[in-house]
């Protein structure tokens, strides 16, 4: 089963076909991504958050126009992206994919959130099952293995990121390749780029960020 996730990042930052019209789509609204969701004529399965930056008759517009409404306390632990993936987790069987559209852009304490909730609990078990995009990048998320990545048509660069510490992460075929190197400490292997349609990594231990993106 898929999901789809909006949340509140900028508009400016959407891929141009996000909200296409599919009625076997399932979409999941977190905060003003529900209100996004419904004002884009798609009726969110459920929708999740605070709220706290809505006004009443956007609160109302979300509540009768979404299948299912979780109103959560504006001090929590979780981000709303958190929160909501928490829900999907709890009400979806069998998931195979979760794409998570409106989390990057804007304010860069969110856009990190976004990328680091894969490390803890239960994030990281469906780790390989969450995509993130935008307008120009692709992210996705790997946990030790060994994978063979297809290359984005409308995509140039292809980046390897180490969000902990990884052990011999070797990039078997892409234009600038690594044999079994070690990484202490976060870091962007930037600008990275496929030599075909495919590129082969592996690594042991550790959860590395991939980033297909364009100009």
Known sequence: MEINLLVGGPISEWPEALLKKD??????????????????GIQPTIA???????????????????KK????KPEKDDTDTELALKIIFKSF?????INIFGATGGRIDHLLANLFFVLRKPF?????KIFIF???????????GTYIIQKENDKKYLAFVPLTSVE?????????????????FPI????????GKKGSFSFVNGVVCVIQSKD
């Open 23 to 40: 009625d076997d789509k399932i979409w999941v609204g977190a905060d003003r991504g529900a209100l996004r969701l419904i004002q884009n």
């Open 48 to 66: 999740i958050g605070d709220f706290d930056s809505s006004t009443k008759a956007e609160q109302d517009l979300i509540r009768e126009n979404s």
């Open 69 to 72: 409404v979780y109103t959560a």
């Open 93 to 97: 069987q069998d998931i195979s994919r």
């Open 124 to 128: 990281y078990e469906y780790a390989d």
């Open 134 to 144: 935008d307008r120009f990048n692709t992210i996705n998320f790997y946990r030790p």
């Open 168 to 184: 011999k992460l070797s990039l078997i075929d892409e234009k600038y390749r690594l044999d079994k190197r070690d990484f202490k």
């Open 188 to 195: 962007s292997l930037a600008s990275n780029e496929f030599v």
